[in-house]
């Protein structure tokens, strides 16, 4: 038994880790073409079919280029912070849900009791990647980045952790896989559809989770540095923010890193608000393992489609301007989110199902 | 005088911005959603698609030397334009045409003939000053090369670029 979970464990890590990695890859793809399509360019189109081994040529790029260390930087954590910024981002999807069973195997690394509170303990680590190599760099505009994104994703891990409560307040307790059977149950946290979906309560509690999700959205905007927020790095004002000094790999994994936070960040919204692997009318992984892959499938499109509008908004928005970002940030989400758990929980009390 | 701008008064839902930043995203919708089906019209992909056929006649490209109808070179090495080039990107070394030859009144003929395409302006003096109307710019625009070396067009490569000019004054033909 025990080998078993072993053996299923590691298969598991190794396929989410290359799932994962790949989807990376071509979400930097989809980022230029989207990007391009928006600005009536056309992209990268030239390696390979539509440009699709532009991935790949990248990634030979910055394996190819001079790993330069600057004198002038304090070179321990100079190393450092680039791992900082990836590991974490990689560490929380462990915890996610992104399938049913397959062969009787749940598909979630490690589905322990407190999930969502391990995603924030791990995520808000990420910060201090920035941190270090902000200070580290030993230059201003990394330094200005790196003060800029502490405030930042201080701030708005409150209204992070604020806009989740609902959800336990309703479930009572964090771990992710019973968040994702009560969706299944109960129809999804912000489209209640499925199962008892007659039920006025439901619909009722959809609007405290519509609010809780629109201020979690956009609290994991700011979390992942994405452009309304992207302060840290402001190429227009800072030069490059937090990673001006970086170069070749270490540069790539900052950038790699902000897109596994992003695809880290869509997971979290999908399996908390929208129904996680579930799909209307698609049977779990126990009928087969067919339906097992396709839960996978339909859990990844999900993601696929949050990364999709976190592209579209970054090429839409303007960058807000420092304290917008804080009066938002403090004034705005933070009292919406807290009077939002009290709204959850005056529903709870007052309208029992 | 300072002048103080008043700042617009925003009603609620402007200052809710979700309005605002659904209108914009629905306009960057729009654009991809153009893009996508082909209706916006993008730069040309160069080296699939040419200039070529849509160049004017007046274009001026690389700068070569004809022939005529005969196939004589219609250069006399007089370097009116080595002297008017302003770059000074023309390289003339003059020979004499042996007297038993059929054109031997023209007396000189270009030994040597190099255009320094790095230093060229592509300005059209070298062809307006020409007597014999033998040097004209011609609609070639893509010249490259791996050196320095490669850059400079000897007279074999401006003939060739050249080719032979039609309908111009053959007034060698004639003189006795």
Redesign the interface.
Known sequence: MDYVFLISSFIKIVALFAVVLGIVNYTVYAERRISALIQDRLGPNRVGPAGLLQPIADALKFLAKEDLTPGHVNKFYYWLAPCLAMIPAITTLAVIPFGSTLFGVPMVIADINVGVLFVFAIASLSVYGIVIAGWSSNSKYPFLGGVRSTSQMISYELSLGLAVIPIFLLLGQLRLTEVVRYQIEHGWMIAPFVGDWANPHKWLLAIPMMISFVVFTIAIFAETNRLPFDLPEAETELVGGYHTEYGSMKFALFFLGEYVAMITGSAIIVTLFLGGWHFPWIPDGSQGWGWGLVNIFVFFSKVVVLLCVFIWVRWTLPRFRYDQLMRLGWVFFFEIALANIFLVAIILAYFPS | MAITVSRPKLNWSERLYLPA?VA??V???K??KN??FGR?K??MQYPEEKWDSQLPEHYRGAPALVRDESGRIRCVACQLCEFICPPRAIKIIPGEIPSGDRFAKVEKFPNEFDIDMIRCIYCGLCEEVCPEQAIYLRKDYAITGFTRADMVHDKSKLLEIGGVMQGVVLKWNEKK
Do not use: A, E, Q, S
């Open positions: 930043i914009g995203m306009i960057t919708l654009h991809f893009m996508l916006t993008v730069t």
